[in-house]
């Protein structure tokens, strides 16, 4: 479905980008990876599934590093056809204690750079007429935790961003969408798990099922495959009028 399509999936050398990026290599689609860590790994699994893969290490918090990457997608992968604004980080404090880099590099990494990759993307998309946007945001980006300031405000920022964009292109073959997943097992989340064990001195299994039953009422973690596979429809014909929805996969967690 997506064969002759490039996908920049950003933070996917790890977890939910990573998931999104196989899903969308599945169907056919190029894919150019960003994130820290092993980039060797994850670029062999998109290769086996015999698609053109890229790989470009820049870091999110960086406008600078940003346009180098998507000035790379252009050149090796005649440009970004399905641009999917993954990076993320997570600090957790209440906010007399939150750290001012930690702010920061959570409203740099998490909001601002979805800008930064969007506004390149979006004239090579405006010539084509098509291309998807596709941001990964959060539950926190409908409904706030307590302890996640930074990361509920960059969360609701891109929800209202991808809102804003939806409108600019509404009337052309690119749309904008977010995608609000509620937890999914990834080293951001397992961090999280393991603070919490030794918190509340919980064996690790415990813990995980105590952070589930607070929030997600399926009691099951939303897999990376599922969200990929929801990237997948986001970037189907069947969704050419699907627009500015913050679309939550959360076993839940809204609707309480
Ligand atoms: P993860 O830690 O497994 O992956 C994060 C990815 O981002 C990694 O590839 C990492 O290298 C990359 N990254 C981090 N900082 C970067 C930077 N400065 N520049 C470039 N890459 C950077 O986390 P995840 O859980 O897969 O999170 C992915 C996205 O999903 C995040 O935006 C997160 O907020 C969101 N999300 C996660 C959950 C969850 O429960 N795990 C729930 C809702 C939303």
């Known amino acids: 479905m997506l064969k002759g399509k490039t996908a920049l999936v950003t933070g996917s050398t790890s977890g939910i980008g990573l998931g999104v990026a196989l899903c969308l290599a599945r169907q056919g689609a190029n894919i150019v990876l960003n994130?820290?860590?092993?980039?060797?790994?994850?670029?062999?699994?998109?290769r086996a599934l015999g698609v053109k893969v890229g790989y470009h290490?820049?870091?999110m918090s960086k406008p600078a590093d940003i346009a180098a990457?998507?000035?790379?997608?252009?050149r090796e992968f005649g440009g970004t056809d399905i641009l999917v604004n993954n990076a993320g980080i997570q600090h957790v404090a209440n906010v007399e204690d939150f750290p001012v880099e930690k702010w920061d590099a959570i409203i740099a990494i998490n909001l601002s750079s979805a800008f930064h990759t969007t506004r390149l993307a979006i004239p090579a998309m405006r010539t084509k007429n098509w291309g998807r946007v596709i941001n990964i945001a959060s539950t926190h980006g409908l409904v706030a935790s307590?302890?996640?300031?930074?990361?509920?405000?960059?969360k609701h920022g891109i929800v209202g961003f991808t809102k804003a964009l939806a409108l600019?292109?509404?009337?052309?073959?690119?749309?904008?969408?977010?995608?609000c997943p509620g937890w999914v097992l990834t080293p951001l989340v397992q961090k999280q798990i393991d603070d919490r064990a030794a918190r509340e001195s919980l064996p690790v299994d415990q813990a995980k099922v105590e952070l589930l039953r607070e929030k997600q009422p399926s009691l099951q973690f939303v897999t990376p495959e599922q969200l990929g596979e929801l990237a997948v429809f986001l970037a189907s014909p069947a969704a050419d009028n699907v627009r500015g929805a913050a679309w939550n996969m959360d076993g839940g967690w809204v609707a309480q």
């Open 57 to 59: 290490g820049a870091d």
């Open 146 to 154: 307590a302890q996640k300031s930074a990361y509920v405000a960059a």
């Open 35 to 46: 994130g820290f860590g092993d980039a060797e790994g994850p670029q062999a699994q998109v």
């Open 168 to 179: 600019e292109t509404a009337t052309t073959g690119i749309t904008v969408n977010a995608i």
């Open 69 to 74: 990457m998507m000035a790379y997608a252009e």
